[in-house]
Nanobody, 119 residues
Framework: QVQLVESGGGLVQAGGSLRLSCAAS????????VGWFRQAPGKERELVAT????????TYADSVKGRFTISRDNAENTVYLQMNSLKPEDTAVYYC????????????WGQGTMVTVSS
């Protein structure tokens, strides 16, 4: 069983940067895909970025491509989301989640961290 804890959210001005962290415990990530999701008030949850832990392959939503970078630290068992050139529309609760490579459903979720971008 994987336990996930996010941190790093906060308030930032448009154009600024934040780095979110997702620390895992209970089971190493090596056979997992980790994703960052976000959900803004009144909107559907959006998959922002994913990383295949063992090989480092990444994917991004078009809305964040070129501005956000997902990465992982093997030693710390942590996944990061570096967010640059933030826009007010990036305001949301950000969640990290994990799924096994052979599964389509993300079953392990963190508690979420709030990101607010002011204009």
């Amino acid at each position: 069983q994987v336990q996930l804890v996010e941190s790093g959210g906060g308030l930032v001005q448009a154009g600024g940067s934040l780095r979110l962290s997702c620390a895992a415990s209970g089971q190493i990530f090596s056979r997992y895909v980790v994703g960052w999701f976000r959900q803004a008030p009144g909107k559907e949850r959006e998959l922002v970025a994913t990383i295949w832990w063992s090989v480092g392959t990444t994917t991004y939503a078009d809305s964040v491509k070129g501005r956000f970078t997902i990465s992982r630290d093997n030693a710390e068992n942590t996944v990061y989301l570096q967010m640059n050139s933030l826009k007010p529309e990036d305001t949301a609760v950000y969640y990290c989640a994990a799924r096994q490579l052979i599964a389509s459903e993300y079953k392990n979720w963190g508690q979420g961290t709030m990101v607010t971008v002011s204009s």
